[in-house]
């Protein structure tokens, strides 16, 4: 952040200070971006969705895999909810 403020919040200059191109300056600002909203709207979803949001934000499984994944937990959630009304 210090380095980001000193450089005026030019990505370019950023680009210049890391020794990387400007789409990897944008790109890893877009994920810290990503993460931070996240955090903004975690508020009642589980763990495990936030760990697969978070993987997603940085890149780490791709929008495909994080939907599979999602939809298959969220069939199991719902499973468990079937089966606790049965019990009950």
């Known amino acids: 952040m210090k380095r980001f403020i ?3 919040g030019s990505l370019k200059e950023m680009a210049k200070i890391y020794g990387v191109s400007y789409p990897t300056v ?5 994920r810290l ?8 709207e975690a508020h009642g979803i589980s763990p495990l ?3 697969l949001r ?6 780490k499984i791709d929008t495909e895999t994080f939907r599979e994944l999602m939809k298959t ?3 199991e959630l719902e499973e468990h909810h079937v089966e ?3 019990n009950a």
């Not at 944008?26 to 877009?30: C, E, F, T």
């Not at 971006?33 to 903004?40: A, D, F, R, S, T």
């Not at 978070?54 to 890149?59: D, F, P, Q, Y």
Request: glycine share 4%; charged share 40%.
């Open 33 to 40: 971006i990503q993460k931070i909203q996240l955090i903004e």
């Open 84 to 86: 606790d009304h049965r």
């Open 49 to 51: 969705e936030l760990k």
């Open 6 to 8: 000193l450089a005026s």
């Open 73 to 75: 937990y969220l069939e």
């Open 54 to 59: 978070t993987k997603l934000a940085e890149g």
């Open 26 to 30: 944008r790109l890893r600002l877009d």
